[in-house]
């Protein structure tokens, strides 16, 4: 019994080390193996297309490869281990196939949804004498009920001018007091509202002036001033790393006078010595012409994000930053 169950023990043992094994490698590519960016673009803007656009990205010797194409219309692929996982080409095509069967469909349910049917259209009013001879007693009578309404509202309408005429003129005058008062009602409140208004302004400029007061304190401590040379350090490696290795831009540019053409080299000549021998100008002192190619290649490394994350979090005066912000958050 005990050798079968060192047996099952040595077992489990070794399928654990080699999934922490597995893991570990996993772990180690995603960090150490570089995510590879190219791209190349084009200008030339008397074309149908001014702008030609391709981007590649891949990682793992390309097993793992993304790209990204713009000539008129934009392409992306997306590609694991040479097995295609998303082409926007096909997915057109396949939207195009299904539009089309769609709209098939759409026009056979209609046909067998509406067939040809033929109603029998009856007049709405007859046209025979009897039913001439019924309808006029009906519209004789409506008459006369329109008339002996149209009397009523004329009685309606006359006693109450009557009543308005024997009004006494003490009402006007109740109702000219009443407008006076309202009238003073509103100019209070409206002070009352301005004078609340002024309060909440000195309010928030007490507040303003003393946010501002509390930020010149911190950025005058040492500690801020640790924390910003810190963070500018890991800062600069991080964009270092991100620089491109290759960035060659080449430009053709004519005005289409020779003075021209001679000031844009005169300017790259003072450029020359900060962009160096990735930017290419000619010019041409002919033709008036803006053309161009871009070229650029570079890698990223996930390793100097982590690296720069746990230098900064292992930091003491990060951490004193954050208290001092806490404590001014619980004392508002």
């Not at 656009?53 to 790209?67: E, I, T």
């Not at 096909?90 to 939207?95: D, F, L, M, Y």
């Not at 230098?311 to 930053?321: G, H």
Request: net charge positive.
């Amino acid at each position: 019994m005990l050798h079968i169950l060192l047996l099952i023990l040595k077992i489990i043992g070794i399928l654990l080390a080699a999934l922490l094994g597995v893991l570990l490698l996993i772990l180690a590519c995603v960090l150490l193996v570089p995510v590879r960016y190219h791209i190349e673009a084009e200008g030339k803007p008397g074309r149908e297309v001014p702008v030609c656009a391709k981007v590649k990205v891949s990682w793992l010797l390309h097993m793992v490869n993304v790209a990204f194409a713009y000539s008129g219309t934009a392409y992306v692929r997306i590609r694991i281990f040479c097995f295609p996982i998303f082409d926007s080409a096909k997915e057109k095509k396949q939207k195009k196939k299904k539009k089309v069967s769609k709209t098939g469909n759409e026009e056979k349910s209609r046909e067998e949804s509406f067939p040809d049917i033929q109603e029998d259209k009856k007049p709405p009013f007859p046209d025979t004498q009897e039913g001439k001879a019924e309808a006029l007693p009906t519209a004789i009578s409506e008459k006369d009920n329109g008339y002996e309404e149209a009397l009523a509202e004329q009685d309606k309408s006359r006693i109450d001018i009557d009543a308005s005429k024997e009004e006494p003129q003490a009402r006007e005058k109740e109702g000219i007091l009443e407008k006076i008062k309202a009238f003073f009602l509103y100019l209070k409140q409206i002070l009352y509202r301005l004078t609340e208004s002024l309060k909440n302004i000195e309010y928030t400029i007490k507040k303003i002036c003393d946010k501002i007061k509390w930020i010149l304190e911190i950025y005058e401590s040492e500690t801020f001033r640790k924390v910003w040379a810190v963070s500018k350090r890991q800062l600069f490696r991080v964009l270092k790393m991100l620089r491109p290795r290759i960035c060659r831009l080449h430009l053709l540019a004519g005005t289409g006078d020779p003075a021209g053409a001679g000031q844009i080299l005169a300017i790259y000549g003072i450029l020359y010595p900060f962009i160096g021998s990735s930017v290419e100008v000619e010019a041409d002192f002919e033709n008036k012409v803006l053309e161009g190619d871009l070229l650029i290649k570079g890698r990223v490394r996930m390793v100097t994000f982590l690296l720069a994350a746990l230098r900064l979090f292992a930091d003491r005066n990060i951490w004193r930053l954050f208290k001092m912000l806490k404590q001014r958050d619980n004392r508002t």
